[in-house]
C-alpha cells in the first residue's frame, strides 16, 4: 500500500538528487492528498509510480537510489530501470521512447530529468478495485479532462516483457492537479515472452486528433506483392510492372495464388529465374500443390514457402498432413501464426512442429485480429518501425492495380499506382488491417 508520509521522503530524496524539480515534486504530492479527484483510486493501488525521462539512464546516480530501494531493482534492460521503494511509490527513469511524444522529433531530445507521468497500479483483481478502475473514464469526463484506453477483453498491454490487463490515461488541464498525465493501469503484471516490444504512451486525445492517423511514406519499392487471388495476372503484366522505374529495387516478390494453387506454379517457376520469390500458402492449399514439384524449384532457385496455419499444433489432421509431406519432400517451409494472446510459448510450438517432422522448424508471428482504426489516431511512427509495415517496404499488385498492401485491394484511400514511377504516396493508416499491422509488425520477423 501507499504511505504518503513515506513517499515525501522519497520524492524529497529525487529532488536533492537532481531527479525531480520542485513543480514535478508538487505534481506527485497533490495526488497523494485525500481531496484529488481520483483519491480513493489511490487509496486501493498496491504501489504508485513516477516515470523520469532522463537523458542517459547509465548516468543516473545508481548508488544512491538503489539505498532508497533497498538494494532491489524491480525490471531493467537498456535504457530503463524500475526501483521500488518501502512507502510504496515505485521509480521509473528510462532514456528509451515509452510515449508517442517520443517520437516526435521536436520532443525527442532529453536534456534534463522531466517527470513523464505519474502511475497507479491497481493490481487487485476485486471488484471495488475494478470499479474504480472502470469509473475513471467518467470522472475525467465529468472534471473536463480528457482520457484515452489501452487494452481490451482480446489483447492486453504490454509493458516490456509483461503485460497488463487494461490502462486508462487521464490528461488534466495544466491548471488541475496534478498537471500531468496519470496512468490507472488494472490487473497484476503478467510475463509474456512472446511478445516484445511495449505498448507506447497516447498522445493527449485533444493533440491525436489533431495530428489524425499516422502516413506512412515508400522511400524505396523492394517488395511486390503479387495477389492472384482475384484474378489471375500474366507473366507479360507481372514483367511489364517490374520494367517501371519505381519497381527497378524490387529484391523479393511474395506470391499470394489462388485456389487450387497449383494453377500459379507456372508463373512462380518463371519469376525465380529472376527473383527470390516466397509462395504463401494455406495449410488447405498446402495440401493441394505436389510436394515434389515444388521441392524441384526449390532446390534449384531461391522459394521460400509459408504456410499460414490458425495455430500450432495444426487445428486439423489435413493441415498437420500437409505440412509433414512438405517436410518429407526437402522442403523447410516457413509456419506462420496469428499473433493472438492465447499463442502458445514459442518453444511448445517448436516442439509440436518437430514431433510432425519439421526437423528445422521456423516460426512467424504475424498479424492477428484487425481492430478499429479510430485506435490509430494520435500514432506516432518511429522510422524503425516504418520500415517494418508492409506499406512501408512494398506494394501489392493484382487484377485491381497497385495497392498499399494486399488487405486493402480495391481501397481507393490506399490504391498507389504511380509507386511503379518511383512516386510512392504516403499511405494513411485507416484500414482495419492496420491496427493489427501496426500493433504488431515489430513481431512479424520472428
Known sequence: MIDPAACEAVLEALRDLGLLDEPARTRARAVLQPDWAFASAVSLADSMHLHVKVPAVEELPRAELERLSGGTVENERPGYVKFPTASGLNMIFSSIPTSMEDLLPERARIHAARLDHIGLDLRQERPDVRAAFDGAPAAARASGWRHAAQGSDDRAVHCCHFTVARKHWIFPPESAAPGCPVELAYGPLRVHGAVAGCDLRPL?????????APAVGLPRLERLT??????????????????????????????LPPSPAGDALELVAALLERYPVELRLSGAEAARVPPGRLAALGGRYSLEVVVRLESVPPASEADAASLSALCAAGLVPVVEVPLSEAVAPRAQMLASLRALGVARPRLRLAPGAAGDPEQLIGVVLDPPHEAKLECG????????????????????????????????????LGHPACVACHREASTCAL
Open 204 to 212: 493527449d486525445p485533444d493533440e491525436a486528433r489533431e495530428r489524425g
Open 226 to 255: 503479387l495477389d492472384l487471388r482475384e484474378g489471375a495476372l500474366t507473366i507479360g503484366q507481372v514483367e511489364e510492372a517490374l520494367s517501371r522505374p519505381g519497381a527497378r529495387g524490387v529484391r523479393e516478390l511474395v506470391v
Open 393 to 428: 517496404r512494398g506494394r501489392s499488385l493484382s487484377a485491381r492495380g497497385v495497392s498499399a498492401c494486399r488487405f486493402r485491394a480495391g481501397d481507393p484511400a490506399a490504391a498507389d499506382r504511380a509507386a511503379l514511377d518511383g512516386r510512392a504516396q504516403p499511405i494513411r
